[in-house]
């Protein structure tokens, strides 16, 4: 069964990069056909997809966040990882990775639910001087 873990700073000063990384366990992230994304949930709000990096290595980003954020792979390690740039409080949130996820693009941010997938446990980001 595939675990998945996220790690990084859970203090982040306004302005800089946010940098998460997850490390996946019972599953190669090559595996055909399998997806792998980063989605955050902030204080009383809903799930927030941001992007995804599929098995071959391409990648899909919420238009919403499309300017700021990069997701890139260790295949090495087994490990994907996030970066969002020039962060502001509003990005304060609980940051979860997941594997083949369903999301909504159909307004300007997406959407995604937790009935479908496997998810990490998440980790909270605050932005704050």
């Known amino acids: 069964q595939v675990q998945l873990q996220e790690s990084g700073p859970g203090l982040v000063k306004p302005s800089q990069t946010l940098s998460l990384t997850c490390t996946v366990s019972?599953?190669?992230?090559?595996?055909?056909?399998?997806?792998w994304s980063w989605i955050r949930q902030p204080p009383g709000k809903g799930l927030e997809w941001m992007g995804v990096i599929r098995y071959d290595g391409s990648t899909y980003y919420s238009p919403s966040l499309k300017s700021r954020t990069s997701i890139s792979r260790d295949t090495s390690k087994n490990q994907f990882s996030l970066q969002l740039s020039s962060v502001t409080p509003e990005d304060t949130a609980v940051y979860y990775c997941?594997?083949?996820?369903?999301?909504?693009?159909?307004?300007?941010?997406?959407?995604?639910?937790?009935?479908?997938?496997?998810w990490g446990q998440g980790t909270q980001v605050t932005v704050s001087s």
């Open positions: 019972g599953g190669s992230i090559t595996t055909s056909y399998y997806a």
């Open positions: 997941a594997r083949d996820v369903r999301y909504d693009c159909s307004g300007y941010g997406c959407h995604t639910s937790r009935d479908f997938g496997s």
